[in-house]
C-alpha cells in the first residue's frame, strides 16, 4: 500500500478512491445531483474480441452515478455505497475516451435513486444504467490513512 497522502475527489474535499487513479477519471462536472466523468479505454480493459470487458463499463456507470449523490450529500465523510446496480449494454465499446453522464432521481434519508448514460468517442450511446444507493456515514475506523482498507484483525 502507498504511504503517499491520497489527493481528495472534486466532492466537497472528500478522500479520492484508489479505483478513480486505476480508472484515470476526469471529472468534468460533480454538482447539483449531476455528474459527468470522462474514462480513457485503457489497453488492459480490452478482452479477446476487441470490446472493453462489461465489468469496466458498469464500473465507469456505477463511480459517476456514486459522485452525483456524493455531490448531494451535506458532509464529505458521508458515502453512498451501491446497493442494487442494473446496467443495460446496448452496444459494443471498441474506444474510448467514454463519456458518462449521471443524474439522481430521489434522494432521500437513507437511499437515493441515480440514472446513468455512457457514450463512445463517436457520442453514441453505448450503456445505461440505473442504481440504488445507501446514504451513510464512512466508516473511517475500517479505512486507513492513505485511503485502503485496513486488513481485518482475527
Known amino acids: 500500500m502507498s504511504t503517499e497522502p491520497q489527493p481528495t475527489s ?11 487513479h486505476l480508472l484515470q477519471l476526469e471529472v468534468l462536472e460533480c454538482a447539483a ?9 485503457r489497453d488492459q ?18 463511480t459517476t ?11 464529505p465523510e458521508m458515502g453512498s455505497p451501491t446497493i442494487e446496480l442494473h446496467i443495460t449494454y ?20 437513507t437511499v437515493a435513486y441515480v440514472e446513468a448514460s455512457l457514450f463512445d ?3 453514441r450511446l453505448v450503456a445505461r444504467g440505473t442504481s440504488t444507493q445507501m446514504i451513510r456515514e464512512h466508516d473511517r475506523g475500517r479505512i ?9 484483525q482475527p
Open 45 to 62: 480493459f480490452y478482452i479477446s474480441n476487441g470490446t472493453v470487458q462489461g465489468g469496466i463499463v458498469a464500473t465507469w456507470i456505477d
Open 33 to 41: 445531483g449531476r455528474a459527468r466523468i470522462r474514462f480513457p479505454a
Open 90 to 109: 446496448l452496444r459494443p465499446v471498441r474506444a474510448g475516451p467514454m463519456l458518462a453522464e449521471a443524474q439522481v432521481v430521489r434522494l432521500g434519508r
Open 121 to 123: 468517442a463517436h457520442g
Open 10 to 20: 472534486p466532492v466537497r474535499g472528500a478522500p479520492s478512491a484508489p479505483i478513480h
Open 144 to 152: 486507513h490513512p492513505d485511503g485502503h482498507p485496513r486488513e481485518e
Open 65 to 75: 452515478m456514486a459522485f452525483a449523490v456524493r455531490s448531494l450529500l451535506p458532509r
